[in-house]
């Protein structure tokens, strides 16, 4: 399972009962969380042979899977999504559990969209996404 923590925001999704501007914290089972490591360079060679790199920047993104959903888990994520996808931040504790947490990432969504994955003909949906660290 991971907990995700984010501020709700009123993009017409909202669960019932949940307000705009409230944190909002749930745990999910995933599929898929795998974590990588990206940079952009610029690569140097002198005249003389001497190399050098000077680095822009180094991010760490991450690909997420949810496990197969209900409706009611559904429109959690459906709330999540919405109010993230802007680039707002969240957070995420990949291996804990709202009983026992571990450690909280931030992060904002790189997706641009987010993928509803359905299970043959059932009512059950997986979503992935991208996030990077922050």
Do not use: C
């Amino acid at each position: 399972m991971s907990v995700f923590t984010y501020t709700a925001k009123d993009r017409g999704m909202l669960m019932s009962g949940h307000s705009a501007g409230v944190l909002y914290t749930f745990e999910i089972g995933m599929q898929v969380i795998d974590r990588g490591l990206e940079g952009n360079f610029i690569d140097r060679e002198s005249l003389n042979g001497i190399f050098s790199r000077w680095t822009h920047f180094i991010r760490v993104p991450w690909v997420f899977t949810t496990v197969f959903v209900n409706e009611l888990e559904l429109d959690q994520l459906r709330e999540f999504y919405s109010s993230v996808l802007d680039g707002s931040s969240f957070s995420v504790d990949v291996y804990g559990s709202i009983a026992s947490p571990d450690v909280e990432t931030n992060m904002k969504m790189v997706s641009k969209a987010i993928k509803e994955n359905r299970l043959e003909v059932t009512e059950y949906i997986s979503l992935s996404f991208n996030a990077i660290g922050i």
